[in-house]
């Protein structure tokens, strides 16, 4: 019997040392507990149509010499300001760049003489008016049943109230992940502290339902009608 004293006494230690460890253990959880935070990600979009259109066209001619170059240009461009006025779009809607003339890189030279010359001439529309100039963009394939060649680029549509946009989609954002940490604290028994932090995301302009999104934001142009992301990442304490 007393042989068996020490080890008696060796385990007894050992529970307690294990009581004392665990009782520790279970106080230091509770006191990181007391400094936890929660981090959710918040969002809020709205569908908005664009006011506003950028579209841009072209003419040009290659030619032996850039004089007979030139005149199809000139010729070319008188038309198409025709065709535009017609169409009813203003003068301070339209833009005309200056005639420019190079040497393509498929025309060769022999003996240092040039064989072929381009010349170019850029239109390009700005205006409020997104509906009207649309419309003239897609009429302007009549040009090219009457010869000109005139290439179009797809109109641009942009937003200009973005900015104003911005401050009511971040509000949104913000609720949204106030509303989703609410959720998460009731579900796990813990309790929402106060705000520790917001990380605002860039916003993402897009086609309607598109999933296109961009580290750096993304400002889709080529629909009318977009979809504007605001995202935010929110930091609160849990108490």
Do not use: C
């Amino acid at each position: 019997m007393r042989e068996r004293l020490p080890l008696f006494a060796g385990l007894t230690l050992i529970a307690v040392a294990l009581g004392i460890g665990s009782a520790l253990i279970a106080s230091g959880i509770r006191d990181r507990g007391r400094s936890d935070v929660l981090t959710v990600t918040g969002s809020a979009k709205q569908r908005i149509v664009s006011d506003y259109v950028v579209w841009t066209s072209n003419v040009s001619s290659q030619r032996p010499t850039a004089a007979a170059a030139a005149r199809d240009v000139a010729t070319w461009t008188a038309r198409v300001r025709a065709f535009f006025r017609a169409q009813g779009v203003e003068a301070a809607e339209l833009t005309l760049a200056p005639v420019s003339a190079s040497v393509p890189g498929s025309y060769t030279t022999e003996g240092g003489k040039v064989k072929g010359y381009l010349v170019e001439r850029d239109f390009e529309i700005r205006s409020a008016r997104v509906a009207a100039i649309a419309h003239v963009a897609e009429q302007s394939k009549a040009l090219l049943a009457e010869g000109v060649p005139l290439a179009v680029d797809p109109p641009e549509y942009v937003y200009t109230k973005l900015p104003t946009l911005r401050p009511k989609l971040l509000a949104a954002a913000m609720r949204d992940a106030q509303e989703r940490a609410k959720v998460l604290v009731t579900a796990s028994g813990v309790k929402l502290g106060h705000l520790r932090g917001v990380d605002v995301g860039v916003f993402q302009v897009t086609a309607p339902n598109s999933t296109d999104v961009s580290d750096y934001g993304t400002y889709d142009t080529s629909t009318l009608r977009k979809d504007v992301t605001a995202v935010v990442n929110v930091t609160f304490a849990l108490g």
